[in-house]
C-alpha cells in the first residue's frame, strides 16, 4: 500500500550557473535567467509505503507526515527566495531537478522515528514546477 | 500496454476502531471519528495490463471493465453509508487504505473470464480520498 | 474588484422530505433519498467586491474573510451529518440548494464590522457539490 | 456572445507598502512581506464580447487576442520581479488586486483597431494568483 | 439560485467559410481548415435558475434536465462529425461561437414544459473546446 | 530522476478494423465507429529519465524534448484525421493503444544524438484520451 499526499508553496528563483558564462547561461535558462528572479507555486506529492497498521486501517498517522513535511520543506522554503535564503542553493543551481533533489534529501534527514519502527519508508516525491513539467525520484 | 479508466461514487462513513478507547480513537481519527459520520466524493483510477488484440486494436473492450467495477464496487457503494452498509467495515474501519484494499479485493474475486482468457490483469487501483490524498496498490 | 477565495469541507446527508410520501422520496431522490446517507466533498467560493484600500493595494486582509467562513460555515459542518448536526437541516432538506442558501444566510449573519465599515460587500456564494454539479447565490 | 481564453506567466514579487512601518507591513502581509521575495504562476484570463461576424462565425480572430496579451502583459511581465521590473509597481504594491488592475489598464490602453472597429469590447479579466485566490474586474 | 450542470461530448469539424476564399479561409482558420477535420472533446455546462421548489429543496429535478441536453444536444452530436451530421452546419462554419448559438437554440426550443411551469429559465451556456477557450452566450 | 512533460493535440478518427464484419465493429466500437468519425484532445505526457548534469542542475534541455515531441508527434498529428493522415493508421486502427505505440515507436526512431551521448532515455509515455481513460506505456 502507498499512500501519496499534496502539499503547496511557492518561492522564487534565478537559473545561473557560476560553472557556466553569462551568455552560456541565457542561452541555457532563457527567461529563467533574468537576474531579478521570477517565481511559481510548486506542488510537491510526498509518497510513503509500508505495511498497515491492523489496529488503526492506516499505513501511518498524516499529522505525522504533515509535520514531517511541513518543518523540513514547507517552512524553510514557502514564501522564500531560493537562490538567498536556501543554503543548499548557495552553490548549487535551483533548478526543479535539484530542488526535488534537496527536499527528498531533507524528508530522508528528517525520516521520523515513528515511521522507521513501523516500517513506513518514503516511496518517491513529485515536484509539479507548473503544469506542464513535473520532476520524479523514486526511493 | 496499460489502461487506467477513471470512476466516481461518494459515500459516507465513521473512522472508529472497537481495538481503541473513546479518548485514542479520538486522538487518532480527529474529526474523522464525528459519531455521526462524514462523506466524500472518492476517485477511483482502475488500471489493467496485458497485449494488445491485434484485430481490435484495444488491451480490452471497456464495457467489460466497466461492468466489473460497476458491479464490484460502484453498485455496493455509491450513496452508501460504508459502516453499515459495506460488510467488510462491520469489522475493519473504513480508512481509505482498508477501503482501497477492499476493492481491490473485490475487483480480483470477480475478474471476469474474458479478461482472464486473454491475459489482462489487474495492474493496480489508485483511490483519491481528497485532492490531498490517495491510496495505491500495485498488483 | 472581487475576489473569490476557495475553501472545502466534507460532509454527510441524506435526501429526504418530509412533505413527501416515502415513494415520492425514493422516486424524487434516487439513491440520495438512501437510509443512511452518503457524502460529499463540498467546494465552496465565497466572492466580496469593494474598492481597494490604496494604503494596502487589498480589497480586504484574507484573513479576515478566513476566519468568517470558518466560524460561520467550516467549523460547524465540515466532517458533519448535516442533518443531524446542523439546526437548519432538521426541518428542510439537506440539498445543495438549500445548503447554498443556509451558507449565504450565515456569512450575512455575522458578516464582520470591519468589512462594513470598509464598504466590502458579499457578492455571492458558488458550492460545488460534485464535478458535474455547482449551486450559485448572486447577491 | 462572449470568449474567455486563458493564458499564464509566472512571476515574482514582494509585497511591501511604504504607507506603512514595518511592523504594519509584516502584520498586514505576513509571509508575503518576505524581503527576498517569492512567486506565483498566474492564470489570467481575458474575456472579450461582441457580435459574430457572419462571415467567419468568430467573435474575432485569436491571434489578435493572443498578440494583445502577449505584448500588454506576458511578455513585460513574465519570469519577471514585478517590483523591479514593472514601472506601475515602483509605487504602487503588487498585490494581486493592484496586478490585476494593472493588466486591465494595459490591455484597455492598447485595445487594437482592428477590435474596436468590429465592435469587440472587454468584458473583464480573471487572474488567478493560486488555486485558492482570484480576483476579477468586470468592464 | 442559479444551478450548472456539466455535460461531456467529443466531435470532428472543419472550418470553412462558403464565403471566403481558400487562401483566406487558410490564413484565418489555419490548422483548423484542414480539409480532412480534426476533433475536440467538448465541456458543456448549462446553467438555469428559478425559484426553489420548498417541498423538495430543488431548483429543478436534475433528471429532467439531463433528459433535455441529452436529447437536444449529446445524442445529436456527441462522436459525430458537425459539419457532415449537424444539419444547421451544412451552411454554418461549426465554429466554437456557432456552436454555442446552436446549443442554446436547440435547449430553448426543446425548454420542457415542466421548467416553464415551475418558472425555471435558461440562465446561460458555456461550451469549453479547450482548456484554453471557452464561449459564453448569457440569457 | 524523472522528468515528465505534458503536450496537447487533438485530432479526429475512426475506429473501423478491416478484419471484423460491419455488425461486429458496430458492436465493438459503438458510436466511435461512427462513418464520418470523432475527435479528441488528447494530453500526451512524456517521461525521461537520467542523471543530472552537475554543471547545469538539469536532466536535460527541455528545448531538446520540445523539438523531438514536436517534429516526430505534434506536427503531424495536431489538427489531423488519425486515419487518413497518418501513414500507421491505413492498415492499423486509431484506437489509444495503437495510437500510444505509434507515438512511443516515433520518439524512438527520432531519440537525439543529445540524449543518447548523456543517457537520457525515454522512461515511458502517457496518452489521455479523455478525463476518464489514459493509456501508458513503461520502457
Redesign the interface.
Known amino acids: ?6 502539499y ?1 508553496f ?4 534565478r ?1 545561473h ?1 557560476g ?2 558564462s553569462e551568455a552560456e547561461n541565457r542561452a ?1 535558462y532563457g ?2 535567467n ?1 537576474p ?6 510548486y506542488v510537491l506529492e510526498v509518497s510513503i509505503r509500508g505495511p ?1 497498521d ?6 501511518a ?2 499529522g505525522v507526515l504533515d509535520r514531517l513535511v511541513n518543518d523540513a520543506v514547507i517552512a524553510p522554503m ?4 531560493l537562490n ?2 536556501v543554503p543548499a542553493f548557495a552553490a ?4 526543479s ?2 530542488l ?2 534537496e527536499i527528498e534529501r531533507r524528508l530522508r534527514e528528517a525520516w521520523p522515528p515513528a515511521f522507521s519502527d513501523s516500517s513506513v519508508a518514503l516511496a518517491g516525491i513529485r515536484l509539479r514546477e ?9 526511493s
Chains 1, 2, 3, 4, 5, 6 share one sequence.
Do not use: I, W, Y
Not at 500500500?1 to 499534496?6: F, G, Q
Not at 531579478?36 to 507555486?41: K, L, M, P, S
Open positions: 500500500m502507498r499512500l501519496t499526499r499534496r503547496r511557492c518561492a522564487s528563483h537559473l550557473s560553472a557556466l541555457l527567461k529563467c533574468n531579478f528572479g521570477h517565481g511559481h507555486d498497515l491492523p489496529a488503526t486501517g492506516q499505513l498517522p498524516v514557502d514564501h522564500r527566495n538567498l535564503e548549487a543551481v535551483p533548478t531537478e535539484n526535488a533533489g507548473t503544469k506542464r513539467n513535473s520532476f520524479e525520484t523514486a
